[in-house]
């Protein structure tokens, strides 16, 4: 029965499509009303298949990036050109759309296991757990789960897996483009960070130019390019090669050179 149809996750279609829809009221004012969001490239959202896609992007908010992100595909899969006009998009949205997340922020309250329900493939970050740097092994289920995920539908990533600009791409967001060979599509989205706090939930600054640029697949050969060749596709193609730094914001600038700060503070701690 339709009630009853779940994803590969386990999680109840029924329970997830009402959660999509009233979020996506709760948050259509964030990038409408409070602000404005400027999208660029629609039609390649309707060019695309129906699984086995992946969406690279650079990473601003823990959470409005990708509730945009949901607003902007399900728009462009409705008919909408380049906006988010007439929320009615929202009320057949697409169900097989997943984003990896960390799994301590997806644990951390009541709000983010909701948030969870969505879509999220939450995995254990590598490098960074509780505040403080580690350096772990990297769990196979998480592989393992972010394939399930590209095989039924869209997942989006963050392959810097932090907020802070222009840090170095996960060598694991090639593993799983070389393993699982999706369509890798690139977005650029910038104006988040000044228009939300860090976690995305509460606007910070009102009449923000927020804009979403989706690009054209990328073209790699699975076979033949390295993780190295690969990760500098991804660099390049959302716009997080240290070339692109003469393009930073004010606000971008200081938040940078503050974890700079702050990272080489423990370092000579820890040295």
């Known amino acids: 029965m339709p009630f009853f149809k779940r994803n590969p996750f386990g999680h109840y279609l029924f329970i997830k499509k009402w959660l999509i829809r009233i979020l996506g009221i709760i948050s259509h004012g964030r990038y ?10 629609s039609e390649i959202i309707r060019e695309l298949p129906e699984n086995n896609v992946l969406f690279i992007s650079n990473h601003q908010t823990y959470f409005a990036d990708v509730a945009a992100m949901l607003h902007v595909f399900n728009a462009a899969l409705k008919g909408r050109d380049d906006n988010i006009k007439n929320i009615g998009y929202i009320w057949n949205p697409k169900l097989n759309v997943y984003y990896v997340a960390a799994g301590e922020t997806m644990r951390s309250g009541l709000l983010p296991k ?9 995995i254990e970050r590598t490098w960074r757990a509780a505040g403080q740097n580690v350096n772990r092994q990297v769990k196979n289920s998480d592989i393992t789960n972010i394939g399930k995920a590209i095989n039924d539908g869209w997942v989006i990533t963050f392959p810097q897996g ?43 600054r009102k009449n923000v130019l927020q804009s979403m640029v989706i690009k054209n697949p990328l073209e790699i050969d699975y076979e033949n390019e390295s993780i190295e060749e690969i990760v500098k596709k991804i660099e390049y193609a959302i716009e997080q090669h240290p070339s692109f730094l003469k393009v930073l914001s004010p606000d971008e600038a200081e938040e940078y050179l503050k974890e700079e700060e702050e990272l080489n503070k423990k370092r000579e701690f820890w040295s």
């Open 162 to 204: 932090t907020t802070t600009p222009f840090k170095p791409i996960r060598r694991g967001t090639a593993h799983i483009i070389k393993t699982y060979k999706p369509v890798v599509v690139p977005i650029v989205i910038d104006g988040f960070r000044r228009s939300f706090d860090k976690k995305g939930l509460n606007i910070k």
């Open 114 to 122: 909701i948030f969870a329900y969505t879509g999220s493939v939450s």
């Open 32 to 41: 409408r009303k409070f602000n404005n969001l400027q999208i660029e490239g």
